[in-house]
């Protein structure tokens, strides 16, 4: 990872459960079937509208529904977090073009959370692990986050052993 220090090692990488992408499955299985029910009824829309205007409309559906999906894959593909022994460095992708680095030393971290909600987030595994720091404003937050109750765990004794190293040091 860029921007390691040399005597920091890391200890989790957080990032996505793939239940996001099967989402994003669902968003391709409505442009198909969509699609498949405007060329069946494309004798009754040509009926109103010139063929070549539906031709362009297919064509500009297609280009939008896939620019969508690529912004709400790369969104999801580029939120993680990385937990060294030193540090936690959040990185999250806001929209297309706007993404947030946010970074804290690992004993600022004062509480972490985890949640499960939902019947599928259940059977699936998945929720959301929040860690709270001194500050008011930085929070880390990742939902759709694999095992949650697990990594908050493997967090908190990161934590614990950091807070261990500092105060065997003073």
């Given amino acids: ?39 069946i009824s494309r004798s009754t829309i040509i009926s109103v509208l010139p063929g070549i205007f539906f031709d362009i409309f297919i064509i500009f559906y297609w280009s939008v529904f896939l620019l969508f999906l690529y912004v709400v894959w790369i969104n999801n593909e580029l939120d993680l977090f990385v937990i060294t022994d030193r540090r936690i460095r959040g990185i999250e992708q806001l929209s297309f073009l706007n993404r947030t680095i ?3 030393a690992i004993t600022d971290i004062e509480e972490v959370n985890a949640q499960t909600k939902g019947l599928m987030a259940n059977i699936f595994n998945f929720g959301s692990v929040t860690m709270h720091t001194a500050s008011e404003k930085s929070d880390f937050t990742m939902d ?10 493997i967090i908190l004794n990161v934590i614990q052993d950091a807070k261990g190293h500092v105060g065997k040091k003073e």
């Fill in 1 to 39: 990872m860029k921007g390691l220090r040399p005597d920091e090692t890391i200890k989790l990488v957080l990032k996505r459960h793939w239940i996001v992408f099967l989402y994003i499955g669902f968003y391709i299985l409505f442009l198909i079937v969509s699609t498949f029910l405007l060329l």
């Fill in 144 to 153: 759709y986050a694999p095992e949650p109750l697990d990594n908050a765990s």
């Fill in 102 to 104: 946010s970074e804290c």
